[in-house]
C-alpha cells in the first residue's frame, strides 16, 4: 500500500504464529470476508452480532469517506481477548473534514471532532451526523473492557478501557487511517446498552 508501511505493521502486529486471517477488502467481498474472519477466529455466537456491528460500521467508514484505492483487514486472538486492524491508504480522517471545509486545531482535534459525530456524509443536501465510530469505540471499551488506537494524518488517539482518550501528534504526516481495537469476548456483550453518544 502506498505511503502505509503495511508491511511492517503486518510483520510487527501479524507474525506467521500469531496470525489468524489477513485480507483485501472490497465493496464487494466485504460481507463474506466478515463472515470467514469471524468464523476462522471461532467467535463464540453470543458475540457475533456486536462484531458484525463494528465490522460493518469500520468498513462502512472507509467506503464513504476514505477514497482509499487499498483497505486491509487483519486479525488475531490471545485467549478471549481479540484484536483486529483496518487500514486503508485513502486521504485520512482529518484530510476528509477539511475538504469538506471543517476546522479543528490539530489532526487530533480532527479526529475527536469524527469519533463525536462530525461527519461528512451528506444525503440529499444534508449533512448526517455519524455516530458509528462513537458507537464501535464505546462498545469495544465499555463493552468488551478493550482499547482503541485510531492513526490518521498527523493524529493519534488512544481511548482506553475507562473511555480516557489519549492525543498524539504523530511527527510523519501518514496518508490513510489505521483502527486498532482490542476486546474481551469472555462475556456477552449488549450492543444495545452501548448505543448511545460518548463524548470524548
Known amino acids: 500500500m502506498e505511503n502505509l508501511d503495511i508491511d511492517n ?10 496470525s489468524i486471517r489477513y485480507l483485501n477488502i472490497n465493496s464487494d467481498n466485504s460481507v463474506e470476508m466478515t463472515n470467514d474472519i469471524l468464523n ?9 452480532n456486536p462484531l458484525k456491528f463494528i465490522f460493518h460500521e469500520l468498513i462502512g467508514n472507509i467506503y464513504d469517506h476514505a477514497h482509499s484505492k487499498n483497505a486491509l483487514i487483519l486479525g488475531r486472538k490471545f485467549e478471549e481477548t481479540y484484536e483486529f486492524i483496518f487500514m486503508d491508504d485513502g486521504i485520512s480522517i ?17 479526529i475527536i471532532q469524527a469519533i463525536n459525530g462530525l461527519s461528512t456524509k451528506n444525503e440529499l443536501g444534508y449533512i448526517e451526523r455519524g455516530t458509528g465510530l462513537n458507537n464501535t469505540i464505546n462498545i469495544v471499551s465499555s463493552g468488551g473492557n ?3 488506537l485510531i492513526a490518521s494524518g498527523e493524529g493519534l488517539i488512544c481511548i482506553t478501557k475507562d473511555n480516557t482518550p489519549f492525543k498524539k501528534k504523530i511527527s510523519k504526516n501518514m496518508n490513510g487511517t489505521i483502527i486498532i481495537l482490542r476486546i ?7 450492543i444495545y446498552k452501548y448505543l448511545n453518544q460518548v463524548k470524548y
Do not use: A
Open 146 to 148: 478493550g482499547e482503541t
Open 9 to 18: 505493521i503486518i510483520e510487527f502486529y501479524f507474525n506467521k504464529e500469531t
Open 184 to 190: 474481551n469476548l469472555s462475556k456477552k456483550i449488549d
Open 40 to 48: 476462522e477466529l471461532k467467535i463464540d455466537k453470543k458475540n457475533i
Open 94 to 110: 482529518p484530510n476528509s473534514l477539511k475538504n469538506n471545509n471543517f476546522q479543528f486545531e490539530n489532526d487530533c482535534e480532527g
